[in-house]
Protein backbone atom coordinates (compact mmCIF):
# COMPACT_ATOMS: atom_id res chain seq x y z
CA UNK A 1 0.00 0.00 0.00
CA UNK A 2 1.38 3.38 -1.04
CA UNK A 3 0.13 6.35 0.95
CA UNK A 4 0.57 9.86 0.19
CA UNK A 5 1.12 11.88 3.42
CA UNK A 6 0.66 15.76 3.45
CA UNK A 7 0.10 18.68 6.23
CA UNK A 8 -0.39 22.10 6.46
CA UNK A 9 -1.73 23.19 2.99
CA UNK A 10 -2.81 26.11 4.45
CA UNK A 11 -5.62 26.71 1.80
CA UNK A 12 -2.99 26.74 -0.62
CA UNK A 13 -3.42 23.93 -3.05
CA UNK A 14 -1.48 24.92 -6.51
CA UNK A 15 -0.45 23.45 -9.58
CA UNK A 16 3.50 23.66 -8.49
CA UNK A 17 2.13 21.44 -5.67
CA UNK A 18 0.14 18.99 -8.07
CA UNK A 19 2.25 18.76 -10.67
CA UNK A 20 5.41 17.05 -8.86
CA UNK A 21 2.91 14.57 -6.45
CA UNK A 22 1.24 13.52 -9.80
CA UNK A 23 4.27 12.05 -10.88
CA UNK A 24 4.17 9.57 -8.08
CA UNK A 25 2.85 6.30 -9.47
CA UNK A 26 0.16 3.83 -8.13
CA UNK A 27 -0.42 6.07 -4.70
CA UNK A 28 -3.63 4.40 -2.87
CA UNK A 29 -4.50 6.52 -0.02
CA UNK A 30 -3.73 10.29 0.86
CA UNK A 31 -3.69 11.62 4.42
CA UNK A 32 -3.81 14.77 5.40
CA UNK A 33 -2.51 15.67 8.80
CA UNK A 34 -4.45 19.23 9.42
CA UNK A 35 -4.21 22.82 8.44
CA UNK A 36 -6.40 23.17 5.99
CA UNK A 37 -9.12 20.06 6.61
CA UNK A 38 -11.25 21.21 4.04
CA UNK A 39 -7.56 21.01 1.37
CA UNK A 40 -7.99 17.14 1.32
CA UNK A 41 -11.02 16.51 -0.73
CA UNK A 42 -9.86 19.33 -3.04
CA UNK A 43 -6.16 17.72 -2.94
CA UNK A 44 -7.59 14.37 -3.96
CA UNK A 45 -9.80 15.11 -6.32
CA UNK A 46 -7.02 16.82 -8.01
CA UNK A 47 -4.53 13.44 -7.71
CA UNK A 48 -7.43 11.35 -8.96
CA UNK A 49 -7.43 10.00 -5.16
CA UNK A 50 -10.83 8.47 -3.97
CA UNK A 51 -9.98 7.20 -0.12
CA UNK A 52 -7.96 9.45 1.85
CA UNK A 53 -8.40 10.63 5.30
CA UNK A 54 -7.78 13.87 7.30
CA UNK A 55 -7.59 15.40 10.66
CA UNK A 56 -8.01 19.16 11.70
CA UNK A 57 -5.34 21.39 12.81
CA UNK A 58 -4.71 24.22 15.36
CA UNK A 59 -5.85 26.65 11.97
CA UNK A 60 -9.13 24.78 11.47
CA UNK A 61 -10.74 26.78 13.47
CA UNK A 62 -14.14 26.95 10.77
CA UNK A 63 -15.12 23.24 11.33
CA UNK A 64 -17.46 21.68 13.79
CA UNK A 65 -17.33 18.16 14.01
CA UNK A 66 -13.34 18.48 14.49
CA UNK A 67 -11.52 14.99 14.28
CA UNK A 68 -8.21 16.15 15.99
CA UNK A 69 -7.35 12.49 15.80
CA UNK A 70 -7.78 9.60 14.32
CA UNK A 71 -6.67 5.50 14.71
CA UNK A 72 -6.67 3.66 11.57
CA UNK A 73 -5.90 0.39 10.67
CA UNK A 74 -4.07 0.59 6.92
CA UNK A 75 -2.13 -1.89 4.76
CA UNK A 76 -2.35 -4.54 8.18
CA UNK A 77 -0.57 -1.49 10.66
CA UNK A 78 -2.40 0.45 13.69
CA UNK A 79 -1.78 4.23 12.53
CA UNK A 80 -2.07 7.05 14.33
CA UNK A 81 -2.86 10.64 13.05
CA UNK A 82 -3.38 13.70 14.47
CA UNK A 83 -2.02 17.70 13.33
CA UNK A 84 0.08 17.70 16.81
CA UNK A 85 -0.80 20.94 18.15
CA UNK A 86 -2.71 19.08 21.25
CA UNK A 87 0.32 17.02 21.76
CA UNK A 88 2.93 19.95 21.87
CA UNK A 89 5.02 18.82 19.04
CA UNK A 90 6.78 21.60 18.37
CA UNK A 91 8.60 20.96 22.07
CA UNK A 92 9.12 17.41 22.06
CA UNK A 93 7.30 13.78 20.79
CA UNK A 94 6.77 13.01 24.31
CA UNK A 95 3.16 13.21 23.94
CA UNK A 96 2.71 11.44 20.77
CA UNK A 97 4.91 8.29 21.84
CA UNK A 98 2.87 8.17 25.14
CA UNK A 99 -0.15 7.76 22.48
CA UNK A 100 1.69 5.28 20.69
CA UNK A 101 2.22 3.19 23.30
CA UNK A 102 -1.24 3.49 24.99
CA UNK A 103 -2.66 2.11 21.53
CA UNK A 104 -0.26 -0.24 20.18
CA UNK A 105 0.42 2.14 17.29
CA UNK A 106 3.29 1.22 14.15
CA UNK A 107 2.70 4.68 12.52
CA UNK A 108 2.49 7.99 14.03
CA UNK A 109 1.41 11.01 11.32
CA UNK A 110 1.90 14.65 12.37
CA UNK A 111 2.53 18.05 11.15
CA UNK A 112 2.03 21.34 12.89
CA UNK A 113 5.88 21.75 13.33
CA UNK A 114 6.30 22.56 9.15
CA UNK A 115 9.42 20.81 9.64
CA UNK A 116 9.56 17.19 7.74
CA UNK A 117 11.03 14.38 10.54
CA UNK A 118 10.90 10.71 10.25
CA UNK A 119 12.18 8.40 13.00
CA UNK A 120 11.62 5.37 13.95
CA UNK A 121 11.27 4.68 17.75
CA UNK A 122 11.01 1.33 19.31
CA UNK A 123 9.42 0.38 16.40
CA UNK A 124 7.07 2.70 15.87
CA UNK A 125 7.44 5.17 12.46
CA UNK A 126 6.95 8.77 13.78
CA UNK A 127 6.85 10.66 10.35
CA UNK A 128 5.76 14.34 9.62
CA UNK A 129 5.77 15.09 5.80
CA UNK A 130 6.57 18.88 6.29
CA UNK A 131 4.25 21.75 4.89
CA UNK A 132 3.51 22.28 1.11
CA UNK A 133 3.66 25.65 1.30
CA UNK A 134 5.39 27.02 3.79
CA UNK A 135 8.10 25.24 5.78
CA UNK A 136 10.00 26.22 8.45
CA UNK A 137 13.29 25.12 7.50
CA UNK A 138 14.47 23.82 3.50
CA UNK A 139 12.03 22.99 0.92
CA UNK A 140 8.12 22.30 0.95
CA UNK A 141 7.29 18.82 1.40
CA UNK A 142 5.07 15.73 1.46
CA UNK A 143 5.97 12.20 2.17
CA UNK A 144 5.28 9.00 1.34
CA UNK A 145 4.99 5.70 3.12
CA UNK A 146 4.90 2.25 1.46
CA UNK A 147 3.48 -0.37 3.87
CA UNK A 148 4.65 -3.84 3.04
CA UNK A 149 3.85 -7.34 4.81
CA UNK A 150 7.86 -7.58 5.81
CA UNK A 151 8.78 -3.58 6.28
CA UNK A 152 7.46 -0.08 6.18
CA UNK A 153 9.42 2.78 4.29
CA UNK A 154 9.34 6.45 4.17
CA UNK A 155 10.50 9.42 2.57
CA UNK A 156 10.14 13.24 2.73
CA UNK A 157 9.95 14.27 -0.77
CA UNK A 158 10.69 18.11 -1.32
CA UNK A 159 8.99 20.08 -3.91
Excluded at 25 to 35: A, S, T, Y
Excluded at 52 to 62: E, H, K, Q, S
Excluded at 114 to 141: Q, R, W
Aim: glycine share 6%.
Amino acid sequence: MKILVVSDTHGAIFESIVKPIREEKDIDLMIHCGDKYKDAEKLAWLLGIKDFYRVTGNCDYDIENRKDMLIQVIGGKQVLITHGHLQNVKDDLNHLKKLADENHTDIVLYGHTHIAHEELCNDVLYFNPGSTIMPKYGKPSYGIIEIMPDKILSRIVCL
